[in-house]
């Protein structure tokens, strides 16, 4: 479908565009009736992707091939493109519980990463300058690869069809930097394929994943070893790798490591001791080994290690051979862990260390169905009964205003607050929202509170005050970036949380996630970074955009999409630039701030100016946003009113705030007069979420 189109869409321009068949002089209705006509011959497709075809014909001529087989042949090109270090496609073997092979296509990462520093000069500039900042990768200092799988479903939830899901994994450094992390074109896809055919396959995804890193880590080429030698602009640098984490959801992780999650007795994969709130052992243990998962003291958690869950999986397998089925079922139930052949724990090559690299992803455990979604329902249930509401909240939130670049991705979650919505969230007693929504919400919804106790003078009220330190972790949690999150000050933060929580709603909507965040400070100091996965749920959108197209699922279609992926992963590289810049220009400047910056800048060789820019590699703010920047010791406020580039160097145009007040979570700014001064870019700590009264501004928070 999505050749045709293209084949079609290619055939009927380069037609339309042709000199014999445009009249000398066309007038505007002519043209308007011409593009109907050109709009009716296509295939449905969208306005944008025929805007920028129609501009691509405009600029340049239209490569001469129109028939679906020339498309394909340009789509395999990065695919079949042949480095030092092979195809950048592979396919490798799986065995099936048929007894068949599957051939599984994949994008191997050592091809992909040598072809994508010599494609694209901003990435391999970006990876010149690390190897300069923290040092190139040595065999006794390997730099770090993190590792990301998760089930994409492409197609309508409602629909019940869902034979286009497949399994997503993707691969990236560590050294590159939690903001880095962030940006979608730095991390790689390493296979696409349908979950089908993975249940089809002896051992599922985890024999899948160990099969993965023996080609990562054990083919021809080896990382840790040998190394990897890659160009990066005439400067020849040879990289070493190692595994350092493996992050995911709840399920992901359960499959990768073979653990049973809240089904089991024990449904931690990381604690021996403890049970499901439904266990009778605890009971019945004089010796007062066991805890349940309400436990919040983590003295008494027994911890497993890499050795002990290893031990585990090789035991069942042992077991396997001269248990019962009833009596494998019962084990496995009590352990946490299930028998999987060819799983990723048996390994004997890999040495796999589950314990060491599994990382849960904080943004499942709060945001996503989580802890955070679960504390607002049980706190705006309490709040209901004292007259404070969901309309009273939507009231509230729809007088904030959040960074421009938010708003435009209708990621601020003003929309929620619709009555057959709010009517589901109270009878569950659950806030549902996308992950995105949450985090846009969170300081306002606590910011209403904070007003709404003060005005019922319920200063002290507890069901509130645990919304408030669900709130304090989750500021910890955003610290992690900026390094000014500690394991010690996360561990406090969360367990203040969770005893109060205990204290005010019980445990009856205590779920295994409230467990699973008490591990995160462990994880922060071990590995010194966590990362959230909003960027593998941005990079699942292409994924999905690619395989709508693809209907018929018979035949390569982990092939095809990952090829597409390929294909367009390459292209995002090209334009990719990481140093500060202007994102968006302006048409006109007027002479008179013309004459005000080249008084500004009188030895600049360069000058640009735009009304949205990069104060960093990888964060933007824009006109009309507020934003907090860090002056010496002194932090203060100021209005976004245009961006300079002069020289290499990005400096905005801002209009200061005089700070009047602030507390905990707010701040309040007068405006003074409208003298505009010049703030340095990297001063800018980020843009806020705030609110106009007047000529005061009200601050929440950088986002």
């Known amino acids: 479908m999505a050749l045709s189109l293209l ?23 002519a043209k308007m009736a011409r593009l109907s006509r050109l709009r009716g011959t296509l295939p449905q497709m969208s ?26 042949e340009a789509k395999q ?16 073997p799986m065995l099936c519980h048929s007894g068949a092979v599957k051939l599984v296509e994949v994008q191997s990462p050592w091809p992909m990463l040598h072809l994508a520093c010599q494609t694209s000069e901003g990435f391999s500039s970006f990876i010149s300058d690390l190897c300069g900042n923290v040092g190139a990768p040595t065999i006794q200092s390997p730099w770090g690869l993190i590792m990301y799988s998760d ?50 396959m002896v051992g599922g995804m985890s024999a899948l994943m160990a099969c993965l890193l ?40 359960q499959q990768l490591n073979c653990h049973r999650g809240a089904s089991a007795e024990v449904p931690c994969m990381f ?31 027994k911890f497993h290690s890499d050795v002990t869950i290893r031990k585990i999986a090789f035991d069942l397998r042992d077991r396997s051979s001269v248990e019962t089925k009833e009596g494998m079922k019962t084990l496995q139930k009590q352990l946490g862990y299930s028998y999987i052949p060819n799983s990723l724990l048996l390994c004997p090559v890999l040495k796999y260390k589950p314990a060491t690299l599994t990382v ?44 421009r670049r938010l708003t435009q991705k209708g990621a601020i979650g003003k929309d929620l607050f619709k009555p057959s919505r709010i009517a589901t969230w109270r009878k569950e007693q659950k806030f549902k929202c996308s992950a995105s929504e949450a985090l846009s919400l969170y300081p306002v919804m606590a910011a209403f509170l904070q007003m709404e106790s003060t005005r019922l003078g319920l200063a002290e009220n507890p069901a509130f005050a645990v919304l408030y330190l669900c709130c304090d972790v989750l500021d910890h949690l955003l610290c992690i970036p900026r ?141 009309g946003d507020i934003v907090l920047a860090q002056i010496g010791n002194h932090v203060v406020a100021a209005e976004i009113c245009g961006a300079i580039v002069a020289d290499g160097a990005v400096f905005f145009l801002v209009s200061k705030l005089k700070l009047i007040s602030s507390e905990k979570r707010l701040s309040k700014w007068q405006r003074v007069g409208q003298e505009l001064r010049l703030l340095e870019g990297v001063s800018i700590l980020g843009p806020c979420v705030h609110r106009n009264d007047g000529d005061v501004v009200v601050v929440i928070r950088c986002v």
Not at 174 to 197: K, Q
Not at 286 to 295: D, E, H, K, M
């Open 7 to 29: 084949a079609l869409v290619a055939s009927v321009v380069v037609a339309v565009g042709h000199p014999t068949m445009m009249a000398a002089v066309e007038t505007r209705p």
């Open 47 to 72: 306005q944008t992707a025929l805007a920028a075809l129609l501009a691509a014909a405009k600029e340049a001529p239209l490569p001469d091939v129109s028939r679906r087989a020339d498309v394909r």
């Open 77 to 92: 090109l990065a695919a079949r493109t042949l480095t030092p270090y092979g195809p950048v496609h592979a396919q490798l």
């Open 151 to 200: 089930e994409v479903d492409p197609g309508d939830p409602l629909m019940g069809k869902h034979g286009r899901k497949y399994q997503a994994v993707y691969w990236s450094i560590l050294e590159f930097g939690a903001s880095a992390l962030s940006e979608e074109e730095l991390w790689f896809t390493f296979c696409t394929v349908r979950s089908v055919v993975v249940r089809q």
């Open 214 to 253: 023996r080609h990562m880590f054990h083919g021809v080429h080896s990382p840790s070893d040998a190394g990897i030698l890659i160009d990066l602009g005439g400067l020849q640098i040879r990289f070493f790798f190692e595994l350092r984490q493996m992050i995911g959801d709840e399920l992901a992780l």
């Open 271 to 301: 604690c021996m001791n403890v049970k499901s709130k439904r266990s009778i052992d605890v009971l019945h243990d004089r010796a007062g080994y066991f805890v349940l998962v309400t436990c919040v003291d983590c003295e008494k958690f």
């Open 360 to 403: 849960y992803d904080w943004m499942h455990c709060f945001l996503v169905d989580g802890v955070f979604n679960i504390t607002v329902g049980q706190t705006m249930a309490v709040a209901h009964k004292l007259g404070v509401s969901y309309k009273n909240m939507a009231s509230f939130v729809a007088t904030w205003s959040w960074p």
């Open 483 to 623: 390094g000014t999150c500690t394991p010690e000050g996360l561990a406090e933060a969360i367990v203040s949380f969770l005893r109060l929580y205990k204290l005010v709603f019980g445990e009856k909507h205590w779920t295994p996630k409230f467990h699973s965040i008490l591990h995160l400070p462990r994880m922060l100091a071990e590995h010194k970074v966590i990362i959230p996965c909003f960027v593998a749920e941005r990079k699942h959108k292409e994924g999905k955009r690619i395989a709508g197209y693809l209907h018929n699922t018979s035949v390569d279609f982990e092939r095809s999409l990952l090829e597409d992926i390929t294909s367009n992963h390459l292209h995002a590289l090209r334009d990719f630039v990481v140093k500060p810049r202007i994102c968006s220009g302006i048409a006109r400047c007027s002479e008179t701030l013309l004459a005000q910056l080249q008084a500004s800048f009188p030895d600049a060789i360069s000058l640009q100016v735009g009304k949205r820019a990069k104060f960093n590699q990888f964060n933007e703010t824009e006109v």
